[in-house]
């Protein structure tokens, strides 16, 4: 039972954080979510910190499988596909962490290393596939492209989200992974190569226009 109320409290407290974000939600709105008292989550959670902690500790657990070095020498557009829903499932599960990031590094260093060795890890595994792609024949990309590119495409799944909010054109979190896909996406799309182009176009489609 015990096990299942901390496993409730995480769950509730993820959901809030990523709904209204981590500054904006307290212990007690996590207690009343969770339908104890907040004598009983602070049982489990002395304080908010220790939720952040936890919640940390399972983002990263979820960053290192959706990382995997994918394998350069077979890596084909589906496996690109496949890798971006990974990404994308894993920002959108965890949303608060990127929305609220400057608020959160401020407030625990833990984060700040985490979200650097994610970003670093993102931007080196981008790079792999698109050197994978390139060496089988479905992308055209120089050793220079790919870096930029790789460095691009990471800014976009990281801060696209931001920048809609600051133009002010607030999005729920499948809106905001669709967008990211289709941006995405369409950045590689001129890079196709012939053989590869139906198939770009294929999964763009998927994301409309």
């Given at each position: 039972m015990s096990r299942d109320t901390k496993n409730r409290i995480?769950?509730?407290?993820?959901?809030?954080?990523?709904e209204q974000g981590e500054p904006n939600t307290t212990t007690n709105e996590i207690a009343d979510a969770v339908d104890i008292s907040p004598?009983?989550?602070?049982?489990?959670?002395?304080?908010?910190?220790?939720?952040?902690?936890?919640?940390?500790?399972e983002f990263q657990a979820d960053a290192a499988r959706v990382l995997a070095p994918p394998d350069v020498t077979d890596v084909t557009l589906d496996d690109f596909w496949?890798?971006?829903?990974?990404l994308l499932e894993c920002t959108a599960g965890y949303r608060f962490l990127f929305r609220d990031l400057e608020a959160l590094t401020g407030e625990y260093p833990a984060v700040s290393r985490a979200m650097r060795?994610?970003?670093?890890?993102?931007t080196a595994v981008f790079d792999l596939h698109l050197r994978g792609l390139a060496a089988n024949g479905l992308l055209q990309l120089d050793d220079a492209d790919t870096g930029r590119i790789s460095h691009n495409l990471s800014v976009i799944a990281l801060f696209s989200e931001r920048l809609d909010n600051l133009s002010g054109n607030?999005?729920?979190a499948d809106e905001s992974a669709m967008q990211v896909a289709r941006s995405i996406l369409h950045v590689l799309k001129p890079h196709a190569t012939e053989a590869a182009t139906a198939h770009m176009r294929e999964l763009v489609s998927h994301y409309g226009a």
């Open positions: 995480l769950v509730a407290s993820l959901l809030l954080f990523n004598g009983n989550l602070h049982y489990h959670f002395k304080k908010k910190s220790d939720l952040v902690t936890a919640l940390l500790a496949v890798f971006l829903h990974g060795h994610f970003a670093r890890g993102l607030t999005q729920s």
